[in-house]
């Protein structure tokens, strides 16, 4: 599996996308499929806070930005770290906008994983 980044998806055709409060998979008209999502490993939280826009406006059409910001925020109630992830997708049928939202004590991770399996990759997993 070759390493890609979220600007790999820039020119492709989503078909399909899915989401959960966890995850986020987008499906390509190449074969292509892409996957946000957080490996968990203890004491943090990472989730989908919030969505705006409507993921049918970009299906169809290729996307033309792919973009992530991380920024920090103040520590909680608990003295835990806070982190927020956005995401910016954007097509000529419209745009969505993904807001994560991840905390934890500091001693793990608080990214959104992102993994792109091309078509070669998928077709050698199938066999």
């Not at 078909?15 to 203890?42: L, R």
């Not at 608990?78 to 927020?84: A, E, I, L, R």
Request: aromatic share 12%.
């Amino acid at each position: 599996m070759s390493s890609y980044s979220i600007e790999d998806m820039i020119g492709k055709t989503p078909v399909k996308i899915s989401e959960t409060n966890e995850t986020i998979d987008f499906y390509f008209s190449d074969g292509s499929h892409a996957t946000f999502y957080h490996e968990q490993e203890c004491c943090e939280c990472v989730l989908i806070e919030d969505v705006n826009g409507d993921w049918s406006d970009l299906i169809g059409n290729p996307l033309l930005v792919a973009d992530e910001r991380v920024g920090k925020g103040e520590p909680n109630d608990w003295g835990d770290n806070v982190t927020w992830t956005f995401y910016t997708f954007r097509g000529i049928g419209g745009s969505v906008d993904v807001r994560w939202h991840s905390s934890s004590n500091g001693c793990y991770s608080e990214s959104v994983d992102f993994i792109m399996r091309d078509v070669e990759w998928l077709s050698q997993a199938n066999n």
